[in-house]
């Protein structure tokens, strides 16, 4: 079995200029270069490479641009395109003021999903929500939710609001990772007994690429709501600081006298970060917990799922 | 990470800053709003949070995305409305402590005397130096009348140009100058009307520049040339009180080679293209509005030079109310409106006193603090005007001598003179490619869109300016004139005209509009026609 059969895709669609390639570029953490701007719309797939829940390849395009040129390569591409999609988000810009070409385009997605790759997941971003009256945009959400789920009869998608300055971004991304993981609800009471097994005050599972909260225990209230937004944030930087380096981020460890947190590598497409708020249990143990429980995790990824055991076996 | 001190914010296009003259760029506060605020220092526990949710998580967004583009690219700078409001910024200082920042609008920030001394400063122009010729031609008595009169009714056109964005309700105006407002109501015409006369004000300034920087730059080269070498033998020595009447000295025909290529009229508007056309070209000019300063003590020094010889050369007032006589001029005389041209461009502030007044901190002493400053223009001019005029040797000199450039009435081996002649040389041609890049910024602005649409574009307009200056620093330098008519023309339009129409419609659309009301803004811009006019006939 070659491994290019095995790349699904995740397609990241809409109008151009609904702010995908910065939702990209902000989720992935990859540097927008100043051309794509002035380009305009984004011509080409841009092959991205962007691996995501490890045998996922990110694609982006733009959907009913303003050219017909655009038009022509959709509609000749189409199959090639719609193949093997694991993952439709298509992205749909709140200011937008034509609503009716919009709709058409992501039905014709739709049309294209359904003969190509009837299994998809499909989700719908709301995009640009911090451009709408604060009091205005549970309703302005509602409307669009129903709209859309009507127009996605029979597929069903998930519909969430977002906006790159507040959380809704992360959050609406997180709970996209967390429907693509399979099994993730025995990942999460695993994760739970974990954590009670080692006395930690919190343990948190990422997705490796983009550092979403795919699952997270913690055993009191913790003060800051937004503190996996600034995790992730944190730990992008770092890369991308390592990167400039030629060096890749692998672990770390932070200490003082109140607590000290470990974010390890933890299966093949999750990162962990335990948090102990005990500072007399060495770093030794939990680093020997933290590989014992690594061992235990890959056998659950292993265990479910065929996609992700084929990928496993092939390794 | 890298370049923790630059701001995040600020990012605005470089016309706005200057849409005024340059000396207030250092008052607009957005560029220099605060917004950088460190991570949280997490060594104490401490129950309380030192700043709040939204802004402790958008400052992380914020540093994140600052990473993912170039330094210059905005595309994921915070837009305003997701930056949270004064009250919920922190700064923290590196020790751990988080102090508020005070209370920091973007609007408002300097108390009464800084925004008077704005005004002032921004007012003070050139034309001090012609308000001793421009009392002359109106007479003494009858220039001062008209001197205080003047300045009132400019004060008050200045007072409606102020009010005029407050009456305008259902649209922010926050940002509005008084182009904008007249844009609001006459439509495109308006804002194009606006426009052309604002820039008449601005190339008559940039022309009355060339010319006196000519006189300054002749004079100045006569100082180093004559004076310098010849210390001990210097002509001028005992000449150092002396005041010359450029009329009554016969040409001297004798030239030797320096005169031949150091002549105020033939040579030197040439050799100034090639120090300021360069300048001219510059993208931006932030450059040259460090400079202000300059402006501010070349009027002190100029205040502090008349007043020293003034006292050396006494008073010499006679009083001929209506006959002139041998050397002095009637009191009240025909020629008046040609002060009121030179006035009207003297007082002349009207296109960016609302920028000025936006970061006043009390806003309700707006109308006081104009008042204040406008007193204070008023006296420094009458004060310069008076002094001179009364100074003015007149038994061996007519009153009729006294030179549009006042400082043209002292010789070139004046020390005194010299150094205010440098001095405003400096200034002159630091101010000149501010004055440009207005010019620039607005006319480009309004007909390509863009305020650098190409090399060709600005060089043919600059071109076109210094080519101006140069042809009237050659033919025609009385610099009274220009400052008289351009004074007179723009005047007619943004002090008189536009702003006088912009009450009334808008007392109109309130409902307010009386007719001792409406006769009476008649009455200024039959005023402001009558002043233009005027300066053909008289």
Known sequence: MSSSAMKKKVLLMGKSGSGKTSMRSIIFANYIARDTRRLGATIDVEHSHVRFLGNLVLNLWDCGGQDTFMENYFTSQRDNIFRNVEVLIYVFDVESRELEKDMHYYQSCLEAILQNSPDAKVFCLVHKMDLVQEDQRDLIFKEREEDLRRLSRPLACTCFRTSIWDETLYKAWSSIVYQLIPNVQQLETNLRNFAQIIEADEVLLFERATFLVISHYQCKEQRDAHRFEKISNIIKQFKLSCSKLAASFQSMEVRNSNFAAFIDVFTSNTYVMVIMSDPSIPSAATLINIRNARKHFEKLERVDGPKHSLHMRMR | MEDDCRPLLGYEPTGESYSHRGSTGSLDIRTKRPFHVEPRNIVRDDPQERISAEAAILNSRVHYYSRLTGSSDTVLSPPNHVI????????????????????????????????????????????????????????????????????????????????????????????????????????????????????????????????????????????????????????????????????????????????????????????????????????????????????????????????????????????????????????????????????????????????????????????????????????????????????????????????????????????????????????????????????????????????YPSFIHILVLNIFIVGTGVLMAMFYPNIGSIIRFSGAICGLALVFFLPALVHMVSLKQQGNLTWQSAVFHTFLIVLGIANLLAQFFM
């Not at chain 2, 020293?308 to 010499?316: D, E, P, T």
């Not at chain 2, 009364?390 to 070139?412: G, Q, R, T, V, Y």
Request: glycine share 6%; proline share 6%; with cysteine.
């Open chain 2, 84 to 451: 949270p409001t004064a009250e919920e910024i922190y700064i923290y200082s590196p020790l751990g402590t988080a102090f508020k920042v005070p209370d920091c609008d973007p609007a408002s920030k300097n108390p009464s005397i800084v925004t008077i001394f704005a005004i002032w400063n921004t007012m003070m122009g050139t034309s001090i130096l012609s308000i001793p010729w421009g009392i002359k031609q109106a007479g003494f008595t009858l220039g001062i009348i008209i001197l205080i009169f003047t300045g009132l009714l400019m004060l008050y056109c200045c007072y409606i140009v102020i009010k005029s964005p407050k009456a305008i309700k259902g649209v922010d105006t926050s940002n509005w100058e008084f182009p904008d407002v007249c844009r609001f109501y006459f439509g495109k015409s308006g804002q194009w009307s606006s426009l052309v006369f604002s820039m008449v004000s601005l190339i008559g300034a940039m022309v009355v520049y060339w010319v006196l920087m000519s006189n300054f730059l002749y004079n100045t080269g006569q100082f180093i040339y004559i004076i310098c070498p010849y210390p001990k033998t210097n002509p001028g020595r005992n000449d150092t009180m002396s005041t010359l009447c450029l009329g009554t000295m016969g040409n001297d025909t004798s030239e030797n080679s320096f005169e031949h290529y150091w002549s105020k009229n033939r040579t030197i508007p040439l050799y100034l293209i090639i120090l300021l056309l360069p300048l001219l070209c510059f993208r931006s000019a932030s450059f040259f509005a460090r400079f202000t300063f300059f402006g501010t003590i070349s009027v002190i020094y100029l205040i502090v030079l008349v007043t020293i010889k003034a006292a050396r050369l006494g008073f010499h007032l006679e009083f001929h109310w209506f006959e002139p006589s041998q050397f002095y001029v009637p009191d009240f005389r025909l020629l008046f409106p040609q002060l009121t041209g030179v006035l009207t461009l003297a007082f002349f502030i009207h296109n960016c006193i609302i920028t000025l007044m936006k970061s006043n901190k009390n806003q309700e002493h707006n109308v006081r603090d104009l008042s204040l400053a406008y007193l204070l223009v008023g006296g420094t001019y009458m004060y310069v005007g008076v002094l001179i005029f009364a100074a003015f040797p007149s038994p061996p000199l007519s009153k009729d001598c006294i030179e549009p450039n006042f400082l043209d009435n002292f010789s070139s081996s004046d020390v005194m003179v010299f150094v205010a002649r440098v001095c405003l040389l400096f200034q002159m041609v630091t101010v000149y490619p501010l004055l440009g890049y207005l010019v620039r910024v607005q006319i480009m602005g309004q007909l390509f869109g863009n305020h």
